[in-house]
């Protein structure tokens, strides 16, 4: 048994995708956009300035994008996984570098390896994205709607996914 298939993290993976197409297709039409997405088992939040009526047809078009075979919709370049896996790889690539018994003479070794990691992480981020923390399988599923809050000065929506 595949623990990426139960629930409820198998839901979380494919509103993460789900998530990152809209996200996509958001800064399409908006290079300068700054947002910020979170899913969670109900749907997904974005966090910034998007219009809901924007929202709501951005998240519609590529949920029917991913549901038409667009996987690659569900991988987005600045994910907090890329952070993540860099994150793991520099701490680790450092830890590995200095060695032992840390000495000041190492820190040109730390900086090398700490710079490969970061050059590694990039393209194993994506790959993460794919195989761990995202889903494309969308089969089934509907923008249910959107519910909008306020965090101080952040505007917050909930993009609500239904399943059949």
């Not at 993460?128 to 995202?134: A, K, L, P």
């Amino acid at each position: 048994m595949n623990i990426l298939e139960t629930e409820p993290i198998a839901r979380v993976r494919r509103h993460h995708a789900i998530e990152h197409a809209t996200v996509t297709l958001l800064s399409e039409r908006n290079s300068q956009l700054r947002i910020v997405g979170r899913s969670d088992t109900t749907g997904f939040f974005i966090y910034g300035e998007v219009e809901r009526a924007e929202l709501e047809d951005a998240a519609r078009r590529a949920l029917a994008r991913l549901q038409n075979g667009e996987r690659a919709l569900a991988i987005h370049p600045r994910c907090g996984t890329n952070l993540v896996i860099a994150g793991l790889l520099t701490a680790l690539a450092a830890i590995l570098a200095m060695g032992r018994k840390p000495h000041v003479d190492k820190i040109p070794n730390v900086i090398l390896a700490t710079t490969l990691a970061a050059f590694v992480a990039q393209p194993l981020g994506a790959k993460f994205q794919e195989r761990v923390t995202t889903s494309p399988d969308a089969r089934g599923a509907r923008i249910a709607g959107i519910r909008a809050a306020q965090m101080g000065q952040i505007k917050v929506q909930h993009v609500d996914i239904a399943w059949a």
